[in-house]
């Protein structure tokens, strides 16, 4: 790569991560516009962009496919939801959000559509595409989503 390639690319990496990133204090939607940014960068940035994210409070939305008992980031329940904003883009985002109220457990069901927000703890790419991604969550706050 000569200089002025170098120079291009690291601009548009710096663009992209203005785009993408929030300020200081903003909340990151994972919606279908988000998806749709992440899925045109290159897979070699897509790791940068959740790092990114890392402790910061992230808005998410998907369908329960599982509630159970989990003892982590000193919780002690996990939701698993699966994004159906990040298939219309070819990624499978699954978020693992752990939280400690049984009251809120209890409440949920399987199939149903939840929507939270919560911090990002950390994400686990599950293949070398950089298409699929496991997203650890602890929840601030959540509802069902009824239609």
Do not use: H, W
Not at 54 to 81: D, F, M, P, Q
Not at 93 to 113: G, Q, R
Not at 126 to 139: A, P, Q
């Amino acid at each position: 790569m000569n200089k002025i390639n170098k120079i291009k690319y690291l601009m548009s990496v710096v663009c992209m991560l203005c785009t993408i990133l929030p300020a200081e204090g903003q909340e990151v939607v994972l919606d279908a516009s988000f998806f749709k940014t992440f899925n045109s960068r290159q897979i070699i940035l897509r790791d940068d962009i959740l790092s990114g994210l890392t402790n910061k409070v992230i808005i998410g939305r998907g369908k329960i496919t599982s509630i159970s008992a989990s003892e982590r980031y000193k919780k002690r329940y996990r939701i698993v939801i699966e994004s159906s904003d990040s298939l219309l883009y070819n990624q499978k985002m699954v978020f693992f959000v752990f939280l400690e109220n049984k009251d809120t457990v209890d409440l949920l069901s399987l199939e149903s559509k939840f929507e939270f927000k919560g911090q990002l703890m950390g994400f686990t790419p599950l293949g070398t595409k950089r298409n699929e991604y496991i997203l650890d969550v602890i929840l601030m706050d959540g509802s069902t989503l009824i239609e």
